[in-house]
């Protein structure tokens, strides 16, 4: 009865190729730079999986039975075509892609970094398609060792496992009011900041201001939140139309600017920056194609926030 692949080492038959090659244990060690009890251990692994010696000793050598004769050359062309597969991920092109990048990401990110993204691709890989698709914080970690998208950008998260990221740029806060806002007149100060309303993004009702640790810092207490929203573009819809704030994410506070009659004022305390991450899964960190999607995506998605400052 046949084993299922999931329990056959591949590595194995580079084992019995080597043996068949070098006519014994010590060759076959040397070649593959491994040590002769490994290589002795895997012969015996093999000799259970084929259900024969397929080696037998005689004086110096090491000879092929009768099986190991008759299934070698397959062998052999099977590990070829391996390596010839290999060699050509290496050096794979682009242009010939015919895939979905699945990328997790806000709302936020989507209006910053789906334009330059998809501008990218369309030279580089035309035939390449996104779906962009939220990851709940929780999530996380799931949906990357599903499967379920290959990368998340997002704020710094704490991760485990064998979920990796690297920073790949930095957001600052802006101050968005409605144009002819009587505060536009003038440089934004704090006070004045403090003493207007203001309109919140989150997506639970009961959350917290997550900036209130830097207003407590500052000695000031809560902000007087007269809306909670679930969407920036909502949110800053209703301060184009009101005298109330929306603090947010500069780069996409510029966007909006564009399509909504809005001023942009730095934040008039000093905050640190919002750091955005990349993240992925460690099994797939040396797949030259995902290596690709993670050039692609910060040299061509994340220049929209460089751009922005």
């Known amino acids: 009865m046949a084993l299922p692949l999931s329990r056959i080492d591949l590595n194995l038959f580079r084992v019995m190729d080597a043996v068949y090659e070098q006519g014994g244990i010590s060759g076959a060690a040397r070649h593959l730079h491994l040590s002769q009890p490994a290589v002795s251990h895997a012969l015996a692994r093999l000799r259970q999986l084929w259900g024969d010696p397929l080696f037998v000793r005689q004086g110096n050598r090491m000879v092929p039975t009768e099986l190991t004769r008759r299934v070698i050359g397959a062998v ?3 590990l070829l075509g391996l390596q010839s597969l290999m ?7 682009p242009g010939t892609l015919s895939m ?3 990328l997790g990401m806000r709302d936020v990110l989507e209006a910053i970094t789906l334009p330059p993204l998809m501008a990218s691709l369309a030279q580089t890989a035309p035939h390449v398609k996104l779906a962009s698709v939220r990851v709940p914080h929780d999530a996380l970690e799931r949906t990357l060792t599903l499967g379920e998208v290959d990368l998340v950008i997002d704020r710094q998260r704490r991760v485990a496992g064998r979920i990796k990221g690297v920073h790949v740029a930095d957001e600052t806060l802006g101050v968005l009011m409605r144009k002819g806002h009587r505060l536009a007149k003038r440089p934004l100060d704090a006070t004045a900041y403090f003493a207007s309303q203001h309109v919140m993004v989150t997506l639970q009702p009961d959350q917290p201001d997550p900036l209130q640790s830097l207003w407590a810092a500052l000695g000031q207490g809560e902000r007087e939140v007269i809306l909670r929203c679930q969407h920036y573009f909502a949110a800053a819809n209703v301060v184009a139309h009101g005298d109330a704030l929306l603090t947010l994410p500069r780069t996409y506070a510029e966007e909006l600017t564009r399509a909504l ?3 942009l004022r730095p934040l008039p305390v000093a905050a640190p920056p919002l750091a955005i991450w990349m993240y992925w ?3 797939r960190d040396g797949d030259p194609v995902h290596r690709w999607m993670r050039d692609s995506v910060t040299a061509g998605a994340l220049h ?3 751009s922005g400052r």
């Open 76 to 78: 052999q062309a099977h």
């Open 87 to 93: 060699a050509q991920a290496d050096t794979f092109d």
């Open 100 to 102: 979905t990048l699945r």
């Open 261 to 263: 009659p809005l001023v």
């Open 281 to 283: 899964h460690a099994d």
């Open 304 to 306: 929209g926030l460089r």
